[in-house]
């Protein structure tokens, strides 16, 4: 099927350049990765094991089948009335829409590019029946929920802030989207915007209307993503009042004014869910005050990303709001690996800055996978804007680390959360599935739609010129459309993020022109470009005729990175390039033995490393071997708390020590245990 045009300018109110700039979930299917590249391998791997895997856990869990709108053994647990919140503050499994959304979401990517698996006629006939099922199970006026149609119906848009009835909407839409995009078929798509009807019906600022918002943000970003394909304003209005209207104080909405608080009192719910300090604590769903008052990030990691993605596509204050909030999490949350979520409790922000502990045994750490693909969504959105260096270096580093190490490299096993360092009884071994399992699908949609994030084009017709803004560097092939039949093509090679920079290959018309801009990574050492270029904003700008070659080249030296004074860790991190390392139990077990988890050990400012290559359950990486006595181990302290101006004393270990890429950490053998940063040891 042709795509949607989505720079066809609409009637709506986002401001123009918002609506100039597609999606990755569109533009993706432009690009071929090459399949015996890093990346395409990985993509290979999930395109073949990570589908089937998740769609047999699916099955197996009772999500697939939901629809039927039967009867469940899972609705006994944890069984809600009225939408209130239970004694306890722990709500039943209220997502199985959502992650249905999202493996039809990743399925469609993949079938559409063609990208090799056994079992390809298997997932086109379980999404022709997942749709057959959604289509049947919506109800008449547009509803679409199974727990409120099967469970709980009394509880049907009681409570907004808990309950997900936006946030599942939401993902059924993007998948829908994805279907309509990849079969041409406009069946999901319309029982989706039936669904989307019933809400405009419902919630809004009118009066008569509930003046509410998603709990769980998505259904935010899905509306101006529909937007673009339907045009119609009224999807676009919805997408920007629940952007809006998030923490604002109304007087008709009671003493507090802030609709969550304000619909607790209408269902005379006393009881607030665990992840609240009370009712009126809101900030767990950024709807402490209004997102563009909002000067800090706050509470839960995921809905938070989620929100300022839909910000950043909507442009105007709304995006200076997600660049500002952005950079809280970036300067001063997040962990080495590009992970998002001190807090356990709220799987979320710390309110203090730079509190970033590594493990359970230093008062937390979370990380979940959904954070880290959802601070890629929003650094995307913020890149179509302009281009930033610091934002698509944060992006690389989410990527290569925070979000493919959120599953194992047989395709078997995911993570939800992702700790730096074990303790006590913990491993970092995967598990099969989870109750709430929105990582695994979410990983699946993200490597399905990779190359949208490779790379953005900017076609200007009148000046013949091609603008080509590249995000990742990655061996892959893309097609732009000029209008009129034309076509201009580039090819990218490259070995990162292994080997550092690219060669591409430009071809055009004749009389058109190339406008490229190439990253600078701030990891990359001894930078060289092959043709006359300027540098800004962290990118390489070059000015090329219809048909050339560029070659970049760079350096990626190992680095030891400090965190911030602030954080209180005098720790440093082995990384090289975009990629960081970690040891792990099964390469160095003496030492693990004599430190479990490495605890008590540090490495030398002045380390040298060795590098050598070799697969990890098949896939390509480079280990990195420190040389004997560059760990080191704390002298003991045994007896009182505190000694007069005592410093650390250490002691040289042995052991050459092995470093792997956190990403493919917990894919061998050995006791699981894993330590990302190490204590500064100076002698």
């Known amino acids: 099927m042709k795509h949607a045009d989505e720079t066809e300018l609409g009637s709506g109110h986002l401001d123009k350049a918002a609506r100039a700039r597609p999606h990755p979930q569109t533009t993706y299917a432009e690009t071929t990765i090459v399949p015996d590249s890093f990346y395409g391998s990985l993509r290979t791997l999930f395109a073949d094991r990570v589908l089937k895997t998740q769609l047999d856990q699916l099955r197996k869990q009772g999500s697939y089948d939901a629809f039927r709108l039967g009867w469940c053994p ?45 079992h390809a006629a298997e997932f086109e006939a379980a999404i022709a029946e997942l749709v057959d099922m959604i289509a049947a199970a919506q109800q008449d006026d547009g509803y679409l929920n199974i727990y409120f149609t099967v ?18 909407a939401g993902h059924l839409l993007e998948g829908a989207l994805a279907h309509y995009h990849y079969t041409g078929s406009r069946k999901f798509i319309d029982v989706m915007i039936k669904n989307v009807d019933c809400f405009m019906r419902h919630v809004g600022p009118d009066e008569g209307q ?4 998603p709990g769980h943000p998505e259904l935010e970003l899905a509306l101006l993503r529909l937007y673009a394909v339907t045009r119609d304003p009224r999807h676009e209005r919805f997408a920007l009042y629940l952007l809006e209207e998030r923490g604002t104080r109304r007087p008709e909405q009671g003493k507090d004014g802030r609709y969550f608080v304000h619909e607790a009192e209408v269902r005379d719910d006393h009881v607030h869910p665990l992840t609240m300090e009370s009712l009126k604590d809101v900030s767990y769903h950024q709807a402490h005050a209004p ?12 809905r938070a990303f989620y929100l300022l993605t839909g910000a950043a596509d909507a442009g105007g204050p709304l995006l200076d709001a997600a660049r500002r909030l952005w950079t809280d999490a970036v300067d001063a949350k997040m962990y080495v690996t590009g992970g998002f979520g001190t807090e356990p409790r709220i799987e979320g922000f710390s309110r203090i800055a730079h509190r970033l502990p590594q493990s359970t045994g230093e008062g937390g750490c979370y990380a979940e996978t959904c954070a880290s693909i959802a601070a890629i969504m929003c650094s995307e959105r913020i890149l179509s804007h302009a ?10 580093l989410a990527l290569l680390n925070a979000v493919l190490g959120g599953t194992n490299l047989e395709g078997t096993a995911f993570s939800y959360a992702n700790k730096l360092a074990t303790y006590g009884d913990e491993t970092a071994e995967r598990a099969e599935w989870f109750e709430v399992c929105c990582c695994p699908p979410n990983l699946s949609r993200t490597l399905g739609m990779l190359g949208g994030y490779t790379w953005a084009t900017r076609v200007d017709a009148a000046a013949k010129t091609i603008g080509l803004d590249v995000y990742l560097l990655l061996s892959a092939a893309r097609t732009v459309e000029l209008g009129g039949g034309a076509t201009a093509t580039v090819k ?21 022109s190339w406008d490229l801009r190439l990253p600078k990574p701030g990891y990359a050492t001894g930078v060289t470009l092959s043709v006359p270029a300027t540098e800004r904003d962290g990118f390489l700008h070059a000015r090329l005729p219809a048909t050339a070659a560029v070659e970049l080249a760079f350096d990626m030296a190992v680095r030891l990175l400090a965190p911030h004074p602030a954080s209180g860790q005098d720790t440093l991190t082995v990384t090289r390039g975009p990629i960081v390392y970690v040891a792990e139990s099964v390469d160095n077990a003496a030492l693990d033995d004599a430190h479990p988890h490495f605890e008590g050990l540090g490495i030398s400012p002045r380390a040298q490393f060795a590098q050598r290559t070799t697969q990890i359950a098949g896939v390509d990486v480079v280990l990195l071997q420190s040389a004997a006595g560059d760990v080191l181990e704390l002298d003991n302290w045994d007896g009182p708390a505190y000694r007069e101006n005592q410093g650390r004393t250490w002691t040289k270990r042995p052991e050459e020590v092995t470093w792997v890429p956190w990403f493919a950490r917990a894919n061998r053998s050995g006791k699981g245990r894993v330590r990302t940063s190490f204590l500064r040891a100076d002698e």
């Not at 009225?82 to 722990?90: E, F, Q, V, W």
């Not at 907004?160 to 009835?165: A, S, Y």
């Not at 509930?210 to 918002?213: I, N, R, T």
């Not at 260096?389 to 992006?395: A, H, I, L, S, Y």
């Open 74 to 118: 899972t609705y006994d647990v944890r069984r809600l009335t009225g939408a209130k919140t239970r004694l306890d503050g722990i709500p039943p499994s209220l997502f199985w829409e959502s992650d249905v959304g999202k493996w039809i979401e990743a399925a469609c990517y993949f079938l559409s590019t063609h990208t090799a698996s056994a």
């Open 151 to 168: 469970v709980d119906p009394a509880g049907r848009f009681k409570n907004m802030r808990d309950m997900h009835e936006m946030y599942n």
């Open 210 to 213: 509930l003046h509410g918002y």
């Open 291 to 302: 997102l563009t008052e909002q000067q800090d990030i706050l509470g839960h990691s995921v």
């Open 387 to 396: 281009l930033d260096g610091k934002v698509r270096d944060t992006m690389e």
């Open 492 to 512: 990218m090679s490259s070995g990162m993020p292994w080997a550092g920079g690219a060669g591409l290959e430009l071809s055009a018309p004749d009389g058109w």
